[in-house]
């Protein structure tokens, strides 16, 4: 795997790790407070079988540039990003993206049809229950103060995540940076809660629209135990989109490649398999960059 530096839109710089492969490429778009560590196994796997495989820290995350402090979050930014990343590609990828990477996928292929060649949502639908998000963000702001130690940031995700096997401390380095004053912060930006997150509801009816508008091959893979998606939700997601294909893993929280990551990889790459290639003239005819996004 091979770390490489991408530029976002309006020239943001995104950090991206990549695998090179003949089959055609699969972009990878993380969940709100992850980075692109959270599809290492997926990548790799996909890899074996022959896949190019590409994944980037959202803006905001991880090794990518944050906002500067004048410039609030929105969702437009977060989808110019996903269309100018997936613009670079010499062909149309498959989008796997988990719940906000999905949602910023929907709005990225409405906007700019055959910018995918097919999708995976991972445990995200165009609505969702409040009380996962509201649990999610009560996570992400418990500690603005950061940790004294490594091992306390291993306490507070074993509280989150108790189903998973606890985390060690060497192996959080990548999840929190270090401050001057020797405590350790979440790798995200901090705005990004009060910013982008914590009225992301009111958007939820522009993103169903952006469902019912996308044509290309959609797969939606759900958490039996999510506390996000719903078989209510899933219901509506395929009334928008009566042509996408959905795969239930029922042991699987709203961290689905996480938790049963056998299961959802395996689930990705039997879709792969069966998708039809894509026609010689499309793949010729993109001769330049999507940069639409760009000013």
């Known amino acids: 795997m091979q770390d490489i530096p991408l530029e976002g839109a309006h020239g943001i710089a995104l950090a991206a790790s990549r ?4 089959k055609p490429p699969v972009l990878f ?54 269309i100018v990343v997936a613009g670079e590609l010499p062909r149309p990828p498959v989008l796997v993206g988990a719940s906000m990477g999905g949602l910023f996928g929907l709005m990225a292929e409405a906007r700019w049809p055959g910018l995918f060649a097919a999708m995976v949502l991972v ?33 507070s995700i074993a509280a989150y995540l108790p189903h998973r096997p606890r985390k060690s401390g060497d192996g959080l380095r990548t999840l929190l940076r270090p401050t001057a004053e020797g405590r350790w912060n979440w790798h995200w930006d901090p705005r990004l809660v009060a910013e982008l997150a914590r009225d992301s509801e009111q958007h939820q009816s522009a993103i169903a629209e952006a469902a019912r508008r996308v044509q ?21 997601f395929l009334s928008l989109a009566p042509h996408a294909q959905h795969v239930h893993l029922p042991d699987a929280t709203h961290m689905v490649a996480g938790d049963d990551n056998d299961a959802f990889t ?30």
């Open 19 to 22: 695998i090179p492969g003949d």
């Open 29 to 82: 778009a993380h969940g709100f407070g992850q980075t692109r560590g959270a599809w290492t196994a997926t990548m790799a796997a996909l890899s074996a079988a022959g896949h190019a495989t590409l994944a980037y820290d959202a803006r905001g995350h991880g090794g990518s540039d944050w906002n500067a402090a004048e410039l609030p979050y929105h969702g437009d930014q977060f989808t110019d990003d996903l």
């Open 123 to 155: 445990d995200i639908t165009p609505r969702w229950e409040t009380r996962g998000v509201e649990r999610i963000l009560a996570f992400m702001s418990a500690h603005p103060e950061g940790f004294e130690s490594l091992e306390a940031a291993a306490d």
């Open 216 to 236: 290309c091959p959609l797969l939606l893979v759900s958490g039996g135990r999510s506390d996000l998606v719903t078989p209510q939700t899933v219901e509506e």
């Open 266 to 295: 395996t689930a990705v790459l039997n879709y792969l398999d069966a998708l039809p290639p894509a026609p010689a003239a499309a793949a010729s005819a993109r001769t330049e960059h999507v940069t639409g996004a760009r000013p």
